[in-house]
């Protein structure tokens, strides 16, 4: 059986007048995070360390926040994508583990919502995706609370 590991980060600045969307759910914020497309910062690591796992480049590639095709695109529309990419190459997800780095809001109540929504969307069991939250104690810009990080790691496996 063959294993691959890849990794993936994101980050984005946060800013007035948008949702706060991370891993496909809404989160009640008065700030939501900028970027062309949704901008769900732990969707966009996820599908980094899919990418990177079989050295496919990283979704710049295939989604150029310059092509005005994918303004405002659901990230999760685009993460459906890359999967169907993993699938056809014979690839299969093990495990997702994940970090999200905010000072607010407290993600810890939507950590459940967004586990299943992603192992909806990947064909997974809830057990199979880690989201962890945490906050970088008011160093660097995700603690002045300018913008929320999300880091990822992803074990694919060929039956």
């Not at 984005?12 to 706060?20: A, E, F, S, V």
């Not at 950590?111 to 069991?125: N, T, Y």
Request: hydrophobic letters at 40%; one cysteine or more.
């Amino acid at each position: 059986m063959g294993i691959r590991i890849g990794n993936g980060y994101d980050i984005h600045r946060l800013g007035p007048d948008r949702p706060l969307i991370l891993g496909g759910v809404t989160i009640p914020h008065s700030l939501g995070l900028l970027g062309h497309s949704d901008a769900d910062v732990l969707t966009h690591a996820i599908m980094d360390a899919l990418l990177g796992a079989l050295s496919l480049g990283d979704i710049g590639r295939y989604f150029p926040p310059t092509d005005p095709k994918w303004k405002g695109a659901d990230s999760l529309k685009l993460l459906d994508q890359i999967y169907q990419m993993i699938q056809e190459k014979g690839w299969a997800i093990g495990n997702l583990d994940t970090v999200v780095v905010a000072e607010r809001p407290k993600l810890k109540p939507h950590i459940v919502e967004m586990q299943k929504c992603l192992a909806d969307r990947l064909s997974l069991a809830i057990d199979q995706i880690g989201i962890k939250a945490t906050t970088n104690e008011k160093l660097g810009p995700t603690g002045r609370e300018e913008g929320i990080a999300a880091y990822a790691v992803v074990l694919l496996v060929q039956p």
